[in-house]
């Protein structure tokens, strides 16, 4: 499984991006889809993950401005970031992880990153 980052860039507080994360290779299985971002100096933290079924989960720091969406038939998801604030300034990764049914992970793959800037 191979991931593809696309859509950062430099946007002024206030702001929106659209991240989009195109996948290839078999994607099947009990698997989530996420979103993780690291600022300079920091660790990487989770900021969004939608599973298999479509639950969501969102870090609180950005819940009610990010929106994480999966589009099944491209194998692709989205990150939806409005409101954005100089603190959500970090390279941005997507994450694919597949689990057994009983919940053991089995596969983990990352992207390449993208960087995402907001200026104040």
């Known amino acids: 499984v191979q991931l593809q980052a696309s859509g950062g860039g430099l946007v002024q507080a206030g702001g929106s991006l659209r991240l989009s994360c195109a996948t290839s290779?078999?994607?099947?299985?009990?698997?989530?889809m996420a979103w993780y971002r690291q600022a300079p100096g920091k660790q990487r933290e989770m900021v969004a993950t939608i599973s298999d079924g479509g639950s969501t989960d969102y870090a609180g720091s950005v819940k009610g401005r990010f929106t994480i969406s999966r589009d099944f038939a491209k194998n692709t998801v989205y990150l939806q970031m409005n409101s954005l604030k100089p603190e959500d300034t970090a390279v941005y990764y997507c994450?694919?992880?597949?689990?057994?049914?009983?919940?053991?992970?089995?596969?983990?793959?990352w992207g390449q990153g993208t960087q995402v800037t907001v200026s104040s």
């Open positions: 290779g078999r994607i099947s299985g009990v698997n989530t």
């Open positions: 994450n694919y992880k597949r689990f057994t049914i009983y919940g053991v992970p089995v596969d983990d793959y």
